[in-house]
């Protein structure tokens, strides 16, 4: 009937994204490659969990071991960098001052290798040609602004739920997004650049 | 409380009425017709607190309204564009105050300015624009529709950027400030939503002031 026996020792056995460098391989990015594949060539409203736990030789049960929905197979790679947010900030001197440590961190975390710029441009072109795919991005940025807004109420000694806080995630975060957006609709070019101009111009024009 | 937080979002009208039709035809019998478009947005979030926002269809609306179908289309494009009042006016009102702001006020200035004013309400109009906020910040359903209000606001702030920097509105900083503006305005709408006392303006001020002083190494 099904294979929880070995789907359960299988997902116990994944390895954990490292905290530093880039994350390893793991079972939820390769499923992401082989969505990203799928949604690509078929449209995302055609291809089935079925297909998607087929094609990477799993069970739609194991499937949902690693991701509550089909959209949520596309942000693995998101998920991954939210942890690695989080740690970095973590790791943070905090002699730093507070805005110029969460604009480091940002693009440290987004310092995407050549090979891997060019699948996350068409994960996120992907992502902004389907509705559903981007409504739930939404949903995952909100884990991004929540980890920018605990290092932020820490700092200040306020709470993430606080005005300033929140107004350092939401902004920042807009800012980032700005960055991203501005690097994909040109065809080519690196995208570390454009998050620290975007960060910079945010910063340059609160200080003017 | 869920919140369907889009990349950023604002507000919209209130005081303007400019677009609404004068003549309203003469209701069905016995039922109070609607003759402000504020009027039929309170009809109509009635309903979508009832019924909940993607059961209740225009006819719903014109019905409890007291009015027909074509006559809320006078009032509303459709249901999508109820929670947003006289947005595109309101936001055509910001785009001629930032304009006729004085040159040498700062950049930053400028914008908190444009945006306190531009979320400034009279008070008979504050329980109306709550009820506005809840429905767009909270109804899965209007983002699809509600992404293209905001970069129509980001986009006044955007051309304003441009304009003082002399750079294109899509060219990075200007494109930049506009997605920061409107986080910020996201943010403050947040605390507003969750506070009933608390007021709107001087969240919007605050909100801009504390991110200025965070950027100068220290809250405010």
Do not use: C
Request: glycine content about 6%; hydrophobic content about 45%.
């Amino acid at each position: 009937m099904d294979d929880a026996g070995n789907t359960a020792a299988t997902a116990r056995d994944l390895p954990r994204p490292a905290s530093p460098g880039r994350p390893p391989s793991t079972t939820r990015h390769q499923l992401q490659d082989i969505a990203v594949e799928m949604f690509s060539e078929q449209g995302y409203d055609e291809v089935t969990i079925e297909a998607l736990a087929a094609a990477a030789g799993i069970s739609r049960r194991t499937f949902f071991r690693y991701f509550s929905s089909k959209a949520d197979a596309l942000m693995a790679g998101f998920d991954a960098d939210v942890e690695r947010l989080r740690a970095v900030l973590a790791d943070t001197d905090p002699g730093l001052p507070l805005m110029d440590a969460i604009r480091n961190a940002v693009v440290e975390v987004n310092d995407y290798h050549a090979d891997d710029l060019a699948r996350l441009r068409q994960r996120l072109l992907l992502q902004h040609s389907n509705p559903a795919l981007l409504a739930n991005g939404i949903l995952h940025y909100e884990e991004w602004q929540a980890v920018v807004a605990e290092f932020a109420a820490r700092r200040l000694g306020q709470q993430p739920r606080d005005l300033l806080p929140q107004v350092i995630a939401r902004s920042v975060f807009g800012a980032a997004y700005a960055g991203f957006m501005s690097w994909l609709a040109d065809e080519t070019g690196d995208l570390s650049p454009r998050l620290d101009g975007a960060l910079g111009a945010m910063a340059e024009a609160f200080q003017a | 409380m869920l919140l369907v937080k889009i990349s950023v979002a604002l507000s919209a009208e209130a005081r303007v009425v400019r677009a609404v039709p004068t003549a309203v035809p003469v209701a069905r019998a016995g039922r109070r017709r609607v003759t402000s478009r504020a009027d039929l947005e309170h009809v109509a979030f009635d309903l979508f607190d009832r019924q909940g926002f993607e059961r209740t269809t225009v006819d719903d609306i014109a019905r409890a309204a007291g009015i027909g179908r074509r006559t809320f289309f006078r009032y509303f494009p459709s249901k999508n564009d109820v929670p947003w009042g006289s947005f595109d006016a309101e936001l055509e009102r910001m785009r001629l105050h930032l304009k006729a702001l004085s040159p040498r006020m700062p950049l930053m200035e400028a914008i908190r300015v444009a945006i306190v004013d531009f979320n400034t309400f009279a008070p008979e109009q504050i329980l109306l624009h709550r009820r506005r906020m809840r429905l767009i910040l909270g109804t899965p359903a209007l983002q699809a529709h509600s992404t293209l209000r905001y970069a129509a606001w980001r986009q006044v702030i955007a051309e304003f950027v441009a304009e003082r920097t002399a750079q294109r509105p899509d060219a990075l900083a200007p494109r930049t400030l506009g997605y920061v503006a409107l986080g910020v305005a996201i943010a403050a709408y947040e605390q507003w939503l969750e506070a009933d006392d608390a007021d709107l303006s001087d969240l919007m001020d605050g909100a801009m002031r504390e991110l200025a002083a965070a950027f100068d190494g220290g809250p405010a």
